[in-house]
């Protein structure tokens, strides 16, 4: 269930992406490796599961601007990390269109 990886969320292709910010690409993936190790275990995040976690991520993200990583991570780590889950909550959406 993981995206095509040759593009970055934006459609940018990754190359380039991955030049400049290799944080962000390994903040994005990390989302995507816990889901697929989640879902081998039989685990399927709801929507709100998803919304609540983007809310968290996003707002320790807008701490982590400033410039001080936060648990050890890049201010760049974490911006991939949301919008990882933001790709995810977009999937879900397309999955269940009567949901909208």
């Not at 269930?1 to 994005?28: I, K, N, R, V």
């Not at 889901?35 to 993200?61: C, D, K, N, W």
């Amino acid at each position: 269930m993981l995206p095509d990886q040759s593009e970055t969320p934006s459609g940018e292709p990754l190359a380039d992406y991955l030049a400049e910010s290799p944080d962000y690409y390994a903040g994005f993936t990390s989302v995507l490796r816990e889901l697929a190790s989640a879902q081998e275990r039989g685990f399927e995040p709801t929507e709100r599961q998803l919304v609540l976690a983007v809310m968290h991520s996003a707002r320790i993200y807008t701490s982590a601007r400033s410039g001080k990583p936060i648990g050890g991570r890049s201010p760049d780590w974490l911006r991939g990390r949301v919008d990882g889950l933001r790709s995810l909550l977009r999937r879900e959406g397309a999955a269940r269109p009567w949901a909208n």
